[in-house]
């Protein structure tokens, strides 16, 4: 309906109308297909945090779309933050409460702990998360059972909490990715975020589209099972 009536507006005042229309917040973003193209997942842990909105900016001007896993904990005043990954076409899943290795608990706890990180992002976005990462990759045979979404673990590891170095991370990003990976960062630390520029120019200039995993494993994932990357799908 709104492409008919741009279609007359453009037979009949020309270009000046289609480059004056606003972009709409309810356009469907087309995801690349990742049966054509290469993809990959950059995923961002721990946060939303104080340099979360920064990322954001850089991925906006990189059209490169990526994957939150929140802590519940931190939900509480980063609303604005939360909602841009939404309206900017990035996911959002859930990453616990307060980061508690899930080997630890039982099937009730791990339960209300998902459960209270559902709600509270749910709170802000209108919908719960599709996915989600426990802290450390850490997983017992009780998790598994319990855990009523796909589990992402990561395949590249930049260890960008414990290096804090851009070079560093950039070098671990380029030699250990390929086609499928999902790569593990955090947006609470400054130096993973300064990375992401050149993680995004370096990756794309070798062919790499930059997509959410949920776009990059499809709708054939099951619940309680781990995935490290796209490639044990095949
Ligand atoms: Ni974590």
Redesign the pocket.
Known sequence: MRKAAVGGLVATTGLLALTALPASADDERTAPDCDKVKCVALTF??GPGPYTDELLDILDEHDAKATF?L?GSNVDGHGDEIERMVDEDHEVGN?TWD?EDLATLSSDEIEDDLDRTDRAIEDVTGEAPTTM?P??GSLSDTARETIDKPIMLWDVDTLDWQNRDPDTILDISTEETSEGSVLLL?DIHETSVEAVPDVLETLSDDGYEFVTVSEMMGSDIDAGTAYSDARSLD
Do not use: E, S
């Open positions: 842990d721990d896993y802590l990453h980061h990462r802290p450390y955090h």
